[in-house]
């Protein structure tokens, strides 16, 4: 569980067409599965129950790890350290993220706590590359042949990256100060000798202290390494009211990654996070127009988590021998990646600019 690669796998149930035997996949946007072949849909079951929020302190303590947890098959990628399960029927696949070939025969078994939710993906494949497209047609000073580059949406592959959340009871106790501001009144003279006044901001600080408390609700930990194609920070954003409780039919037809982050160092973080939300409140608390916190005595409590899976399409295309990813997040469609620069292209502007700044000295030396 403590690997540095990015795990990869599919957990859904294979499910055939009552039809034509084709397997049913996940349709973007809605609460069903379908057949690519002749149509057959079927929805997915929804529950009104509430997502699987799992106690904390016997799973930091290697106690209940057999709980909500299954077996899965994964491969290892040898080019970039990423590890994917395939389905059975595939004899070969290629990585997600480096696009190097899998072998199928080289599967290992492992272990994972079972998501409590998923956000399912809102955007198909064919949205995604659309997204992409545009995104190209707008890049400044890109080359003029990259926009008819054949770029093929069949290597959009959608993955759902793993997080883990955490809620908590929190209390925390702070000493600290409340600043007030004054202005006084100084007089000087200007550059000109002449008597100016003006005012100055100046603050009074008082001793502080109290005690704050309330419910944190699911603080957002990523759960992998993502060694090899790391998410920008751009992306990373998505609506947690649309979360489903977990159905592996919401999985159909995606790549599921594996968290690669154990639950004690994401606890950890989510701690840090606990620490920095009481430090607000605190501050919220003291009032006056300034503040500060000197100490913080923290306290969580009733603390559970749940693994959840976000959506968000990857992939990577091939510009002048050298390769460029992309990421595009699965619900809101913002978009993310590394592009080509045209030297020519950079080249005439640096000396149009320059033509223009000399152009502009002549006319006011004149």
């Not at 492992?110 to 997204?131: C, H």
């Not at 990857?314 to 510009?319: L, Q």
């Amino acid at each position: 569980m403590g690997n540095q690669g990015a795990d990869i796998l599919r957990t859904e149930l294979k499910r055939a067409c009552a039809n034509c035997g084709a397997e049913l996949k996940y349709s973007p946007g809605t609460t069903s599965i379908s057949c690519g072949y002749c149509g057959h849909k079927e929805d997915i079951p929804l529950t009104d129950s509430h997502f699987v929020e799992l106690e904390l302190q016997p799973y930091l303590q290697e106690m209940g790890g057999q709980r909500h947890a299954e077996d899965i098959s994964v491969l290892h990628c040898k080019n970039c350290g990423a590890d994917q399960h395939v389905e059975e029927h595939y004899k070969s696949l290629h990585c997600v993220y480096c696009g190097e070939p899998l072998v199928v025969e080289d599967a290992q078994t492992q272990q994972w706590i079972l998501p409590g939710a998923v956000l399912p993906f809102q955007l198909d494949q064919r949205e995604s590359f659309a997204v992409f497209r545009k995104w190209v047609k707008g890049l400044w000073f890109a080359p003029n042949n990259l926009k008819k580059a054949a770029l093929d949406p069949q290597f959009t592959k959608g993955l759902y990256l793993p997080y883990w959340t955490f809620d908590a009871q929190l209390r925390a106790h702070y000493r600290g100060q409340r600043g007030v501001y004054y202005y006084q009144t100084q007089r000087s003279r200007d550059a000109n000798g002449k008597m100016v006044t003006r005012q100055v901001r100046k603050t009074r600080w008082y001793p502080a202290q109290g005690e704050v408390s309330g419910f944190v609700d699911d603080t957002l930990i990523q759960a992998s390494h993502q060694r090899s194609g790391k998410i920008p920070r751009q992306i990373a954003h998505w609506d947690l009211g649309k979360l489903q409780p977990f159905h592996s039919g919401f999985l159909s037809g995606f790549v599921t990654e594996k968290y690669t982050i154990p639950l004690k160092d994401g606890h950890l973080d989510a701690q840090q996070e606990a620490r920095d939300i009481a430090t607000r409140w605190s501050k919220q608390h003291i009032g006056g127009d300034v503040q500060r916190v000197h100490s913080l005595d923290l306290r969580l409590s009733q603390e559970t988590f749940k693994h959840i899976l976000l959506p968000v399409y990857i992939s990577a295309y091939r510009f002048n021998r050298k390769a460029y990813r992309f990421f595009i997040n699965g619900e809101n469609g913002r978009i993310s990646g590394t592009r080509p620069y045209s030297f020519w292209k950079i080249f005439l502007a640096v000396l149009l600019g320059l033509g223009l700044i000399g152009a502009l000295a002549v006319l006011l030396g004149r």
